[in-house]
């Protein structure tokens, strides 16, 4: 582990020697707020008849249910605060009456039953990222709270007569019932810790290098865009999905800001048209995901759950003899009260950089370390080690080809300390390399390999006695693709 460390270290080091584009570009100062309010309401009557006279269902049901939801999110260079929380709402109603009726034995049942349920919810996701003293030195808190409550009541009866003694020996009999059942469960966790580092998204510079291009080949710029108009630019579209947040028809908003920092730049030489609009906005083929930089996060992390079910029941049965009459009453309750906790800490190490319009590499390794004691027995436990490495290689060949290549492996030990009874280890690792062409504008051919291999061993050890299990696997898995857009004439 400390020689992938000092590996990410060293890259982070080289990735600071050269300057680009995509080096100096930085954050801009954005903020979105959006918020949502859902209220609906359903109902469903039903009735049937037959197919004996006598026989009926009349059922009838209403739902009624309203959301909140509410997304904040403030971004600069320094500090990034993300908010996404929701509440929910539900009630509903059921209301059933049957007959059945059965002239051959002479039988009849008539039940009617009411149930009423009501629920709801509440979830908040927050984010932050800070970068306070230094522009590579800053921190990470990020968590989650998910309550939920429900509760639900059902009540019914049925009537039975009999005039033969198929059915029953009785002449009749009358059941009814009362039934609660409600539940509250939270869930609490939090992931706390310092960078090193730093990690920016550039994509929006590779999209505006890719959108400049595009507009000169079109002559409608006669040279580049000055530097102070391509960041404007790139701003503008790392901005780009809070159009979204913001406006109801977001494009239209969108490309008239993006045809103000173009006509207003010296290079400016066509008419900025419809279909100038619709050839810059074209998603280019084999459009990546860019990130640039390298940061090394130590981070501690906790996880809380807690459930509380209840559940009660009461019932009466009256049966009917010809020569007596059977009660029976039965009442149940039951409470059922889950909790856990868990909390491990861990090492996470990322170094990503794109290499001109045509290359993106990107290598990252998370490290978890997890020891949870036994009750009564602070020296004995389960303590788990979990690592996950990744390493990913994007090629865009020429306008129409692009190549992919990466490499996934994770390992896990865990093993019971103080007893020493049992381990388990496991290994897998994945390789894939993909090739696709792009043949026309709605014909695309894509051809990948995959080889992957995985081993788990496992050791058990009681009363003296010793098992050892291993098993290992290679898979090897080929896909072509062919697809294949039907698109309808022009007349």
């Not at 039903?46 to 999110?73: A, W």
Request: charged letters at 25%.
């Amino acid at each position: 582990m400390r020689c992938q460390v000092f590996l990410f270290i060293m890259l982070g080091c080289a990735g600071t020697m050269w300057a680009d584009e995509f080096s100096e570009f930085r954050v801009p100062k954005n903020r979105v707020v959006r918020s949502n309010t859902t209220f609906g309401l359903n109902f469903e009557r039903r009735n049937s008849h037959g197919p004996r006279e006598g026989e009926y269902v009349k059922y009838i049901t209403q739902n009624g249910y309203g959301n909140l939801s509410y997304f904040l999110h403030c971004e600069t260079d320094k500090t990034q605060i993300q908010l996404v929380s929701d509440m929910n709402l539900h009630e509903s109603t059921e209301s059933n009456k049957s007959n059945d009726v059965d002239w051959f034995y002479n039988y009849a049942e008539k039940s009617e039953y009411d149930n009423q349920g009501l629920g709801g919810g509440a979830r908040v996701f927050p984010e932050v990222t800070v970068y306070p003293f230094a522009k590579w030195v800053g921190g990470e808190l990020s968590g989650q709270m998910d309550a939920r409550y429900s509760q639900n009541s059902r009540s019914g009866s049925s009537f039975h007569t009999y005039q033969s003694d198929y059915y029953s020996s009785a002449s009749s009999s009358y059941f009814e019932y009362d039934s609660e059942n409600w539940g509250q469960s939270y869930t609490l966790y939090t992931k706390v810790g310092p960078t090193i580092g730093r990690i920016r998204n550039v994509t929006a510079v590779a999209d505006a290098l890719v959108m400049e291009s595009r507009l000169i080949a079109e002559n409608i710029l006669n040279g580049r865009l000055q530097m102070q108009s391509r960041q404007a630019l790139a701003n503008l579209l790392y901005q780009k999905p809070n159009y979204y947040y913001s406006h109801q028809r977001w494009e239209r908003f969108f490309w008239q800001d993006v045809e103000a920092i173009i006509k207003n730049d010296p290079a400016f030489a066509g008419e900025f048209g419809a279909y100038a609009q619709q050839r810059i906005s074209e998603s280019y083929f084999g459009s990546l995901y860019r990130q640039r930089g390298w940061r090394i996060n130590p981070y501690a992390y906790y996880r809380h759950e807690n459930t509380i079910d209840h559940e009660w029941q009461v019932s009466q049965t009256t049966t009917i003899y010809e020569d007596r009459t059977d009660y029976d009453e039965a009442e149940s309750y039951s409470r059922r009260h889950r909790h856990s906790d868990n909390g491990y800490w861990g090492l996470y190490a990322e170094y990503a950089s794109p290499f001109g319009l045509n290359w993106q590499f990107q290598i990252s390794n998370d490290l978890e370390y997890s020891r949870n004691d036994r009750s009564g027995a602070p020296q004995s436990g389960r303590e788990s080690i979990l690592n996950r490495f990744g390493c990913e290689l994007d090629w865009i060949m020429a306008d129409r080809w692009m190549s992919e290549f990466s490499l996934r492996s994770t390992r896990q030990y865990i093993d019971d300390v103080g007893d020493d009874n049992y381990n388990f280890g496991y290994r897998n690792d994945v390789a894939s390399l993909s090739i696709a062409y792009l043949i026309e504008d709605h014909v695309e051919v894509s051809l990948r390999y995959e080889d992957q291999y995985s081993w788990q061993g496992s050791r058990e050890h009681f009363n003296g006695v010793g098992n050892t299990v291993t098993q290992d696997t290679r898979t090897n898995r080929i896909w072509l693709d062919l697809r294949y857009a039907l698109l309808g004439a022009l007349q």
